[in-house]
C-alpha cells in the first residue's frame, strides 16, 4: 500500500477532531513506521484546534520505539476511508467477491451527507426538578425490581473530576423511585452527597446485586454513545438523522450528550458485535465517539446532578427507531444499493428505451439465457453455433442474430478440442469466417474458480472488450454450493446478474438435465437442480431428445445417399442438371440410376462407397426438440432439430414434427403405436382432425392456430393432416371442410 499512495495525502482525508486519543497516537506511530517526521505528525496535528499542544507530538515521538506487531500506513488508509475517503481504484490491488459483495456498489453504513447536516440546537431547560430527572430516568432504563449501580463521590485527576469508587449497585429502581418521591427535593438524602463541582455518574443497564464488572450485567439492554471533542449542536443533530434508537439523551453538564442506546442484546457476545457495529456506524456519519465507553457496565452521567454550575438533564427520551431491530434495518435497507421506487406517471409518456436485441425473438443484450439439455444433445456445439451466428450476424437455430464482439469461455475442452471445434463447427456451416476478430476464447479448463470468485476476474478482463454476449459453458464446474438448494442456488445465480450489469452484455450458459425421461415435464422443470435454474433466466431453452421410429431413420439414410450421390454427379458431369429431375434428387435409386448410367466404373465404385459412409453417418443423427421459456418475448413454437455433428439442423421439412420427446408417452403406448399399421394411424389422425375441428368450430371459424392448441400437435404436423385429407382444407390460416381452400399459407 505504501508503494502505490502518498501517505501524507491520504492523511489530508482525517479531521484529527473526529479521533480519540489512541486513534490519534496510532497515526504517529504508523507515519514513523513508515518513514515520515514528527513535524509530520505535528503539522497534520494542527488542525485539531480543541486538543493540540504544541510541543505534545515530539515527545509522544521518541517513545515510539517499534514492536513486533507495528501499527503501519494500512492504519490510516483505513481511518481515512471511515471518515469517507474513497481513494483511486487500482486494478493489481484488486480482491474477489463474498456471497453477499456488491460490484461498484455505494459505501455500506454511510447514511448522512455531511455537506447537509444542520446543527440541532441544545438548551439548557429553564425549569429544573432533580427528583424528576432522575426518576423519569430510573422508570425509563429499569424494571422497578432491578438492581441500579450509581457513583456520587469523585475526585480530581488530570485536571479532571472521575468517580472516587465503585459506588453503590445493591438498591432497586424501585427502592429508588420510592426514596426519590420522599426526600423533599434533595436527591442528596436518597443517593448520598456529591460534588458539585463534579457532578454524579449512573450506571445504565441493571444489576445483579453483588458487583459493577461487566459479569454482573444482568441485561445487555443498553449502549453509551458520547463524543466529547465535537460541538453539541453537531452531536444533537447525527444522533436525531441517524435515528438511534434512545431511550434517553442526556446532557452531561459540560461538552458532550450521553445517548442510552436500545442494543436489546441476549449476551455479552452478541452485546460486543452490536455496539462495535453501532459505533461504526457513527464514525462512517461523522460523528467521533469515544470508543472507552464500550463496557455494559460503564458509567454515565446522571440526569438530576448539577457540575460546575451547569445541570446534567435530560434531553429528550424515547427517539429514533423503537428498537434496534427497526434500526439496524433500517440503516441497511438505506444501504442495500437498491434504486428507489419511481411513480409511473413519472416516466408514462417517456419510457426508457428496451433493451436490442441480441437473438430475435429470443433474448435482449444485457440478459440471461440458459440452455439446458441431456448428455449428447450437443448443448456445446449449440453455444459454438451461436458464437459463430453472432459474430457473423446470422441465423442460430432459426433466429437473427445481432452482430457483435462475444466471449466463450471454456471450463471444460483442452485448448486445442476447442480451437478445432470452432474451425468445424463454421465448415459445417458452410460459412466464410469474415468476423474471427469479434471471437474471443478464454480457456481455464484446470483453472476455474467458483462462480463468486470468477464473476469479479471476468468483469476486470472484460470491462473495455464491447463484448455484447459472453457464453459460460458449462456451468456446473463453477457451481457453488449445493445445486438443490434454492438459497444457494439464488446467490450463485445472483453472480450472473453481476457480469451483465457491469459489461451491459448478455450472459448466456448451459446446464444439464435431471436424471429420468424429461418428456413428460414443462422446458422449465427439465434442468437439474434447484427450481431457480428455471426461474433465474430470461430466456430458456431446452433441448429434449425425439424417439426416431425406423422409417424415419430409413429416410435419413436414403436422404444421405441420394445427396452424396448428387455431390459425385456436380463434380464430375458438367451438364448434370439436364441428367436428373427434381424428384430423382430425392430418391437413393433414382441417383443410383443416375450415376451407374452417366459416371465411370472407377467414379461409380467411389460414389457408392461415399453414399455407404454417409448412411451410416446418418444412422448416428439424433432428433431433437426446443422449446422455450421466454420472459421479454412471446412463446415460440417447439422447434426440431437435428443434431448433425458437429451442428444443429433445422428440420424443415416437418419429418420430426409428429414425433414424441424421450419419456413422453408410457411404455406400453409407445409398444402399440409402433404395432399398428399405417391404415390404422391414418384413419386415428382423421378423427382426430374431425373430432378437433368440430369442437372449435363452436366458436366460429376454424383456424389452423386453434386446432394446434386443442391438439398439442405443431403447427406443420396439423398443416400435414389437413393436406393429406380428402375432407379437410386450408387457406391463409384457416381451415374449411370440403376443398375450399387452397392448402396455401398466404
Not at 478482463?461 to 459472453?470: C, G, L, P, Q, S
Amino acid at each position: 500500500m505504501e508503494n502505490t499512495l502518498d501517505l501524507l495525502e491520504v492523511l489530508q482525508h482525517i479531521d484529527p477532531e473526529r479521533l480519540d486519543y489512541q486513534e490519534w497516537l496510532s497515526i504517529g506511530m504508523a507515519l514513523k513506521d513508515a518513514g515520515h517526521t514528527a513535524q509530520d505528525w505535528d503539522g497534520w496535528s494542527q488542525s485539531d484546534s480543541k486538543r493540540y499542544h504544541q510541543g505534545e507530538c515530539e515527545r509522544k515521538w521518541t517513545g515510539f520505539l517499534g514492536s513486533s506487531t507495528p501499527v503501519t500506513a494500512g492504519t490510516i488508509v483505513q481511518l481515512a476511508k471511515d471518515q469517507g475517503w474513497r481513494g483511486s481504484f487500482n486494478p493489481e490491488d484488486g480482491h474477489e467477491l463474498e456471497w453477499d459483495a456488491a460490484i461498484g456498489g455505494k459505501d455500506e453504513l454511510i447514511v448522512l451527507d455531511k455537506g447537509w447536516l444542520e446543527d440541532k440546537e441544545v438548551n439548557e431547560p429553564a425549569e429544573w426538578d432533580p427528583v424528576r430527572e432522575l426518576t423519569t430516568y430510573l422508570e425509563l432504563l429499569f424494571e422497578a425490581s432491578e438492581n441500579v449501580g450509581y457513583v456520587t463521590e469523585s475526585y480530581k485527576k488530570d485536571e479532571r473530576f472521575v468517580p472516587a469508587n465503585k459506588g453503590a449497585w445493591d438498591r432497586t429502581a424501585g427502592q429508588l423511585i420510592h426514596l426519590l418521591n420522599q426526600c423533599g427535593g434533595d436527591i442528596g438524602r436518597v443517593i448520598g452527597d456529591y460534588n458539585s463541582e463534579a457532578g454524579a455518574w449512573i450506571r445504565f443497564n441493571p444489576l445483579d446485586g453483588k458487583g459493577i464488572k461487566n459479569e454482573n450485567v444482568t441485561e445487555y439492554r443498553y449502549a453509551l454513545v458520547e463524543s466529547d471533542n465535537m460541538a453539541l449542536e453537531k452531536q444533537n443533530a447525527i444522533i436525531r438523522e441517524l435515528e438511534l434508537p434512545v431511550a434517553c439523551l442526556v446532557h452531561s453538564g459540560k461538552k458532550s450528550l450521553h445517548a442510552i442506546v436500545r442494543v436489546e442484546a441476549s449476551s455479552y457476545d452478541e452485546y460486543r458485535k452490536r455496539v462495535d457495529y453501532l459505533y461504526n456506524v457513527l464514525k462512517k456519519n461523522g460523528m467521533s465517539v469515544d470508543t472507552q465507553n464500550k463496557n455494559p457496565s460503564r458509567l454515565s452521567r446522571m440526569p438530576g446532578a448539577m457540575r460546575n454550575g451547569h445541570k446534567q438533564y435530560i434531553l429528550d427520551k424515547n427517539i429514533g427507531k423503537e428498537s434496534w431491530k427497526e434500526w439496524q434495518e433500517w440503516i441497511e435497507s438505506i444501504n442495500d444499493d437498491l434504486p428507489d421506487a419511481e411513480s409511473l406517471t413519472d416516466v408514462w409518456d417517456n419510457l426508457p428505451e428496451l433493451s436490442p436485441s441480441l437473438i430475435n425473438g429470443l433474448l435482449r443484450q444485457g440478459h440471461k439465457m440458459l440452455l439446458a439439455g441431456p448428455s449428447k444433445a450437443g448443448k456445446s456445439f449449440a453455444l459454438i453455433e451461436l458464437c459463430c451466428a453472432i459474430a457473423e450476424g446470422r441465423e442460430w437455430m432459426g433466429f437473427k442474430c445481432s452482430k457483435g464482439r462475444i466471449l466463450y469461455v471454456n471450463l471444460e475442452l483442452d485448448r486445442a478440442s476447442c480451437l478445432h471445434r470452432f474451425k468445424d463447427v463454421y465448415t459445417a456451416l458452410g460459412w466464410q469466417p469474415n468476423n474471427l476478430a469479434n471471437i474471443d476464447i478464454w480457456n481455464l479448463r484446470g483453472k476455474s474458480v467458483p462462480m463468486d470468485k470468477l464473476a469479479p476476474k471476468l468483469i476486470r478482463r472484460a470491462m473495455k472488450k464491447n463484448y455484447i454476449a459472453i457464453v459460460i459453458d458449462p456451468i456446473y464446474k463453477i457451481i457453488t454450493g449445493d445445486e438443490n438448494s434454492a438459497d444457494q442456488m439464488a446467490q450463485f445465480c445472483n453472480q450472473f446478474d453481476k457480469v451483465c450489469t457491469e459489461l451491459g452484455c448478455a450472459v448466456i450458459y448451459c446446464h444439464h438435465h435431471s436424471k429420468g425421461g424429461q418428456g413428460g415435464k414443462k422446458s422449465m422443470d427439465r434442468a437439474s437442480g434447484s427450481g431457480v435454474f428455471a426461474r433465474d433466466p430470461d430466456a430458456l431453452l431446452d433441448l429434449i431428445e425425439l424417439e426416431l421410429t425406423d422409417s424415419i431413420k430409413a429416410h435419413e439414410r436414403s436422404k444421405a445417399a441420394a445427396n452424396a450421390y448428387l455431390e459425385m454427379l456436380k463434380k464430375a458431369i458438367p451438364k448434370w442438371q439436364d441428367e436428373v429431375s427434381q424428384d430423382d434428387m430425392c430418391s437413393e435409386k433414382a441417383m443410383h440410376d443416375a450415376c451407374m448410367r452417366l459416371l465411370s466404373k472407377p467414379t461409380l465404385i467411389a460414389a457408392e462407397d461415399t453414399a455407404n459412409a454417409a448412411k451410416d453417418n446418418a444412422d448416428i443423427h439424433t432428433g431433437w426438440r426446443i422449446e422455450g421459456t421466454l420472459r421479454e418475448f412471446p412463446k415460440f413454437e417447439p422447434i426440431n432439430v437435428w443434431f448433425d455433428y458437429p451442428i444443429h439442423r433445422i428440420d424443415r421439412v416437418g419429418a420430426l414434427g409428429d414425433i414424441d420427446a424421450e419419456g413422453e408417452r408410457l411404455t406400453f403406448k409407445r409398444g402399440l403405436t409402433r404395432n399398428k399399421t399405417p391404415d390404422v394411424r391414418e384413419r386415428e389422425r382423421k378423427d382426430e382432425l374431425e373430432t378437433a375441428y368440430e369442437a372449435c368450430s363452436l366458436n366460429g371459424d376454424v383456424t389452423i392456430k386453434d386446432l394446434v392448441e386443442y391438439t398439442g400437435k405443431t403447427t406443420n404436423t396439423i398443416r400435414k393432416y389437413i393436406d393429406d385429407s380428402d375432407t379437410f382444407s386450408r387457406d391463409g390460416g384457416k381451415v374449411f371442410k370440403g376443398s375450399t381452400g387452397s392448402n396455401n399459407d398466404n
